[in-house]
């Protein structure tokens, strides 16, 4: 299919395409960019369409389509366009050919959804429905100078005995029970979503099968009537840099002593394998932000830079 408008080409992203790819994306989240480090595992992903826009045989924008949900949404990541070719609708004609073809090969699908950052148009609104946000915490530390100060840190925690209360890593069982938990659903998580490295799933079972294949540490304040629950993906090499390295802190609840024990568990867990720079983003409720940031200042010398600006749920109809 063409975009005769653009003059455009569309193709399914290949392994050949990764360097083109890169071209395209070398300004994107101030060298922090994922894609880099997920580019070949999204093309071996069968609930998942990576698709290219070329003009002229060259590589000009990129959207991956996932399908989730047990068939009923498709997640919109990853959205690229060519710095030469930005602010001329590109971005609008991949999507509209997107949707036209994961719907095709997936009858199922309802809605789209997809999470954005930074101040929204007020033109999204038109298009989207809001599901939810989270405020973003973004730290930078060398990991062997940190590891000891957040150690010292729980320690100190731990012998005023009451601001500890130690967070519980759960086993897969839990989490299935927890995360399907209708309690839980509406009054942890935020809008009944988990938001996993910026993909929003719903509570599906299905969804939770997905995610415990991979390497997450799951935690939570209690098995039985949690308030407060937080996941921690695996780290990935970042373009910033030859050894910087990023991690993601995904924190769901507002009650902040407890939110703030999980992000030192999920960080000490973390830093026990973590060497060199680093960049560690927390992704929280806004109501605990300032008082987590003034925490990691007052604590660690560590001050948010703000390089994303909210994170923000979207969802409409397909």
Known sequence: MEGASHELEFCLAQVDDFEQVMSISTDIYNGLDYLPDRYHGWLKDPSRRVILAKKEGKVVALLSVNVVDNG???????????????GKGIAGVIQQYACALIKSQFPSLEVQRCT????????????FQLLCSQEVLDLQFVAEELQPMVGATIGHLKASKQEWKEPIQLAVGDVKRLFLDQQVVEEVLPGGIIIQNWIPFKPFKGNLEVLLKQNITWMADSVVDPTVLSLCSSPYKVPAGANNLCLNID???????????QFLSQLHKALSFLQGPTYCFIYLDKTIWSIMHSFCQTVFGLTSQKVIKGQFVLEAKL
């Open 116 to 127: 954005r950052a930074g101040e929204l148009n007020p033109d999204v609104f038109t298009k």
């Open 251 to 261: 924190i769901f609840g507002k009650d902040f002593p407890r939110a703030r024990n």
């Open 72 to 86: 009923q949404t498709a997640i919109m990541e990853g959205l690229r366009v060519a710095p030469s070719e930005r």
